[in-house]
Structure formats: structure tokens, C-alpha cells
């Protein structure tokens, strides 16, 4: 069988075909053996095999769509279309489409990254020994006890001092009302539910006696500060998901910073004078 691959393909018809296997199909080339068809290949494109068993799983997935077993000439079709995948990619490749083309360039990396850092499954007892040394890491958040005085009408509000000195004491000047709030520690959504929005992004971002205000909430002007900010130690079961996660994306950047360094052992690197540290 000949084929012609014309230099006319339009390049949007070839990112189109390309796009969504190119970078699969780059890590799964594999070399072949000189003197014909090898065993396991059922068709050579130039010098690249198409694997009977890629094919197979072609035909097994269009069959498993279908609901019917292909005839040969389907099967065929579906033969014809692997190799004229294979032929875009040798020619994007051979063009270097795949180095020019942003998109197409970054779903490469982006595959080989993914394929050089793919490791075991997360180990419970390490994601355990994660969680165990920064159980903080993974709780929700903060829950706040908070003071806020709002300005009463017609009223000049005292000093800043003096202020910051009522909300610790809890003692309102007389120019200022103290807002009726719970002792218990509010979690951010109750909090914005009673002093409102505004005030309770400030208060959530607010370090401890720290003073916040003048803010108008509550239909008032008003000052508060965070008495007590609380972080409850979440129960691993409750967030088991999260920390196996946290633990596959180090083991992940751990061995792609391996890839790397191997890589630069392997690949010579120069670089412009002016481009480097002095």
C-alpha cells in the first residue's frame, strides 16, 4: 500500500486530527526491527510500526459503539485511519508543528511530565505520617471570637487607643454600643451572617488584636478585633482524599525534579553570558 502525504494539508485540518493524541503518541513510538513487518506490527508507516494490538483495541472500542462485530472492510477502515493518524504525526513532527505550536508543544510536555512522574498509588501510612506532621494543612477554616463596637449616631468616635483598649475589655465608651454576638468562636459564614460581608472579610484576614474599622456594617459604623482565632484538628477520615492528594502531588514534584536533573546531565546546555548570573 502507498501513500502520498501532500505538504498541503492545511495546518488548522492537521491540529484538528493531531491535537488530541499527539502527545500520547509521541511516548508510545517505539523502534522496529529491520527485514520486513514485525511480528507484534500490523502495518509499517516509513519506519514506524502501528501495533496489532492498538489496532485490536481500535476496532474492539468502534465495535463496543456500534453494538455489532466489523466486517473486514470496517475493520480496514479502521486500520487506514490509525496509519493516517501516523502520518500527521510524522509530518507535524517533521516540521517541527509540534515545536512551533504553542498549544500543541505544551500538551507534549505537559504528557511527558505526566508519564515521567507517575508513581505507585499514595501510601496510606504515608499519607497518614503527612497528616500527622501538619494536621493544620488540611483543616478548614479559622473559626473567630470576635468583639465589635459600633459607633452610636451623632457621635465622635474616641481614640484609636481608646478603641483598641475597649474591644479588649469589653467595656463600651459611652459614645459606642457593643453588637450582641455569641462567645463561641463563629465560623466565617456565621460571622458574615451577623456583622455582614465586608466586616467579616476584613475580620478573616485580621491577625489577632488587631484593630479593624472604621467599616460601615451592621448599618453602623463600627471597630472590631479578633479575640481568638481557632483552628479545629480535623479527623483524618474526614479528609483522607485531601492528604492523599497533597502526598501524590510531592511524590509528583519530587521525581519530576529527579527527570530534570537527569535530563541535564544527559542534554548539553549553554547559555548566553549576558543571560546568566553573575
Known amino acids: 500500500m502507498t501513500r502520498v502525504m501532500h505538504d498541503s494539508v492545511p495546518q488548522a485540518w ?6 488530541g493524541g499527539i502527545a500520547a503518541a509521541v511516548l508510545l513510538h517505539d523502534g522496529w526491527r529491520p ?17 496489532r494490538a492498538d489496532w485490536l483495541r481500535a476496532v474492539a472500542a468502534v465495535e463496543s459503539d456500534r453494538g455489532r462485530v466489523l466486517e473486514p472492510d470496517d475493520r480496514e477502515r479502521v486500520l487506514e485511519h490509525l496509519i493516517d493518524e501516523e502520518l500527521l504525526l510524522q509530518h507535524a513532527l517533521d516540521s517541527d508543528f509540534v515545536r ?34 501538619h494536621p493544620e494543612d488540611f483543616a478548614g477554616a479559622a ?5 465589635v463596637l459600633q459607633l452610636k449616631p451623632g457621635q465622635a468616635p474616641p ?6 483598649a475597649a ?5 463600651s465608651p459611652p459614645s459606642m454600643r457593643r453588637l450582641d454576638l455569641p462567645a463561641a ?25 488587631q484593630l479593624i474599622g472604621p467599616v460601615n456594617a451592621a448599618g453602623a459604623t463600627c471597630y472590631a478585633m479578633v479575640l481568638e482565632r481557632r483552628i479545629d484538628r480535623p479527623r483524618y477520615e474526614d479528609v483522607a482524599e485531601a492528604v492523599r492528594g497533597a502526598l501524590s502531588r510531592r511524590e509528583a514534584d519530587q521525581a519530576l525534579a529527579r527527570l530534570l536533573q537527569s535530563l541535564r546531565t544527559e542534554i548539553p546546555i549553554r547559555m548566553a553570558a549576558d543571560a546568566q548570573r553573575d
Do not use: H, W, Y
Open 185 to 209: 468562636p463563629l465560623a466565617p459564614p456565621q460571622l458574615a451572617q451577623r456583622v455582614g460581608g465586608s466586616l467579616a472579610q476584613a475580620l478573616t484576614t485580621a491577625s489577632v488584636d
Open 35 to 51: 527485514g520486513g513487518l514485525p511480528v507484534d506490527a500490523v502495518a509499517l508507516v516509513g519506519e514506524r510500526p502501528i501495533a
Open 14 to 19: 492537521l491540529a484538528v486530527l493531531v491535537g
Open 167 to 171: 474591644l479588649r475589655s469589653g467595656v
Open 159 to 164: 481614640s484609636q487607643d481608646d478603641i483598641s
Open 143 to 147: 473559626r473567630l471570637r470576635v468583639v
Open 100 to 133: 512551533n505550536d504553542p498549544g500543541l508543544r505544551k500538551t507534549v510536555i505537559a504528557a511527558l511530565v505526566e508519564a515521567g512522574t507517575q508513581g505507585r498509588p499514595p501510601d496510606e501510612a504515608e499519607a497518614r505520617a503527612l497528616f500527622e506532621q
